[in-house]
């Protein structure tokens, strides 16, 4: 870990030594306890795909899945989760901007809040950006993973701001990240005269930024891309630094730039032996054919089965009564993980024999 600190300390030297040291020591705290978890799952595994717990088979991820995980193709290609936090929430780190003028403020739509803002001065020439949030209406509502936070560039002309640049694509959703975080970093995102630096940190077990340059091209008077670029670091961030680079638009526009922000996706399945009353439940397989293939191992190991649930992210439960006969629940929501074993336990106990007891619950929660 000290090394992936040392090379991120060098790599942004140029910028604000208490910003970086407060991020540095947060990414420090967040990448040691996932450390351990790691160490912990890999004790309990010894590498193997399955552990058998009281004849039971719990899906998680091997050592070999780890270690080939490559984020350097994109932030659309997030991998496994291998734990469950509970009902914890991953909340927008959105904090209001207070000295935005009131053409900025202007320029929000009724269902969205200004959570960026910065300008180069205050007067004529001057550049300035805005990001703004949709809202959801209810928070029962799903996450608005898609032109949630549009990116406008500001030039002040005649006295007020006014837009002359626009993507809704740049800044991440934010859920965007690793384990349905926000990724966009408002400390390292920058603004100077003509150039914008914007940062993303994807988090997860990897070390893993993304790092975008802008331009303002005064004969044409439009904002361009200068670079973009992924870093990471291999093995759950103690081994060697990759930088790649992230494809630009064939224009070379801002307005064009589209990195590929997406929600990551992790795929879950619940498989019972009713005859042999053992189980698998599959969390967090990066995509559907790996899950069909997990499911298919755990029927040929443990002969007859059926499945219970097949879905996107989300919990699952699983309750067994006195005579062995299972009840499940599930739920696409995020933090549902008592949720859903209550309402496995109520199916029990109003269906069941005997006593009912929550044998095995949880949650795909990024990876």
Known sequence: MQQVLRLRKKQRS??????????????????????????????????????????????????CALSLALFALAPAHAQEATTTHGDESHASKSAVPQDAPAEVRELVPADSKLIFYKATGSTDGSDAVAVMERQKKNASDPDITSGQRPLLVLRKIDGVF???????????????????????????????????????????????????NFSYNAATKQWRVTDAVSTWFDNLGEGAKHVDKVPLPTSGLLADFDPRWRAPVFWNALVVNDQAQTFSMIIGERDPVSLEKSMQESCQSSGNCRVLFKQANGCLALAKDSSGVFYAASSQKKKALKEVASEALNECNEGGKGSCKVIRHDCSWGW
Not at 14 to 43: G, V
Not at 174 to 196: Q, Y
């Open 14 to 63: 140029a910028r604000s030594t208490d910003a970086q040291e407060a991020r540095l020591a947060k990414s420090s705290t967040a990448n040691a306890a996932l450390q351990n978890e790691f160490n912990d799952s890999r004790t309990k595994t010894n590498g193997s795909k399955y552990v058998m717990v009281n004849m039971q088979r719990i899906a998680i991820p091997s050592l």
């Open 162 to 212: 006014k837009e002359v640049a626009r993507n809704d694509r740049v800044i991440a959703c934010s859920v965007c990240g690793a384990t349905f975080e926000d990724p966009f970093d408002r400390e390292l995102t920058t603004l100077t005269p003509g150039h914008i630096h914007i940062e993303h940190n994807y988090g997860g077990r990897q070390v893993s930024s993304f790092i975008y």
